[in-house]
């Protein structure tokens, strides 16, 4: 159903639910490690398969920010869809991977230590964000931007992108990060995805 050579190994997932209080079970092949910046959050996307429904569904794994200030993109997808956002995806379950140590960064937590190199003041003063490990899972599976096949279907998803972006603006979500990699291709239109680094405002 994926894809994959029958050797690739294959991993259970469980998720919480957004509609309930159960966790939603998807199974994905082993992730290809891929070289990233240290400074970033290690993002992964996997084509994963629902068993329950017995389709194809998008599985984002990532490190949100855990600050106060910006909402985990699971409950983001929940307000949006509740105020009839045009042209986002359907996010099916969403939730931070464990409560415990081991799935949340501590940096920040020796930031202020004698031992520790960067100063903790003045001009040079380094601020460290935390971060917990963070599952998403969405119901639909687009297409890049860039891999369009014809320019109406950059017009077309640009625009639906656009509507998004004015429909969450009108209920208090303001994006902040819209790109050709946030826009993808659907049938007949576009979504604008990735709201975890968006503002209520």
Known sequence: MLGVAANVPMFQMSVPSLT????????????????????????????????????KVYLKDT???????????????????????????????????????YHATQAHTYIGCKWACPPVSGPTAVNLTPHRHYWLVLDIIGVKLTEFKKSHEVVLAVRDALYAHEDAFQCGVLHRDISPGNILITDGGGILIDWDLCKHI
Do not use: M, Q
């Open 20 to 55: 309930s209080d159960e966790d939603l079970r998807f199974i994905v092949p082993a992730p290809i490690a891929s070289p990233y910046a240290p400074p970033g959050r290690a993002t992964r996307g996997f084509v994963a398969y629902d068993p329950a429904r017995k389709k």
């Open 63 to 101: 490190w949100r920010v855990a600050l106060e200030s910006i909402e985990p993109e699971g409950k983001t997808y929940k307000l949006l869809h509740e105020n009839h956002v045009r042209n986002i995806a359907p996010c099916l379950a969403a939730g931070d991977v464990s409560t415990d140590l």
